[in-house]
């Protein structure tokens, strides 16, 4: 089946980076609404790969029905996963801005009691460490991702221990010491 106008399957082509970034952000809206009890990391690659597919559909099904040459089909495809890619990688980072977010809030804090520095006490009962402590051991315990035996926590095996030297091996790669 030919598509009727290669311009507008030239738009679409184009558009499906951001309809796999849409697919993403739906998904992970929908399992957060639902509360499966999927920690945040398995949510986020749920719905990463959610968008994945939804991107690859568009691309299987118009790349075929263009005119192209084998190598600009494989250039197209590369260019529209690794744009996906890269849009589901920033959509993850602004998810996480909660860890950055502390800090900002604490330098807010610094900046509205200038030239009076904010009291110690004040800033320690407003952001306690143990509670913090708390709630994210409870939250990574919760995802499944470290596990409580015997008075200690252990990490867990699993997709997040393979995502973490996945990065330390890009970090010496792109940043070699």
């Known amino acids: 089946m030919k598509v009727p106008d290669p311009t507008a399957a030239r738009w679409l082509l184009t558009a499906a980076p951001l309809l796999g970034l849409a697919v993403n952000v739906a998904v992970q809206l929908g399992l957060c609404r639902l509360r499966l009890g999927f920690g945040q990391?398995?949510?986020q690659f749920l719905s990463f790969g959610a968008g994945l597919v939804a991107a690859g559909l568009v691309?299987?099904?118009?790349?075929?029905?263009?005119?192209?040459?084998a190598w600009d089909r494989a250039g197209c495809l590369a260019l529209h996963g690794l744009s996906y890619a890269f849009l589901g990688f920033l959509f993850f980072n602004v998810i996480n801005l909660n860890i950055s977010?502390?800090?900002?809030?604490?330098?807010?804090e610094f900046l509205a009691q200038h030239p009076r520095p904010?009291?110690?006490?004040r800033l320690r009962a407003k952001y306690n460490v143990?509670?913090?402590?708390?709630?994210?051991l409870e939250r990574l315990a919760g995802g499944r991702q470290i596990e409580l035996r015997d008075?200690?926590?252990y990490s867990?095996?699993?997709t997040v221990v393979l995502i973490g030297h996945f990065f330390a091996g890009l970090r010496a790669f792109l940043l070699p010491e």
């Open 41 to 43: 990391v398995r949510r």
């Open 59 to 69: 691309l299987a099904l118009l790349l075929p029905r263009l005119r192209l040459g």
């Open 101 to 108: 977010s502390l800090r900002i809030r604490m330098l807010k």
């Open 118 to 121: 904010l009291p110690d006490d």
């Open 130 to 136: 143990r509670d913090m402590l708390t709630a994210r």
């Open 151 to 153: 008075g200690r926590y």
């Open 156 to 158: 867990r095996r699993g």
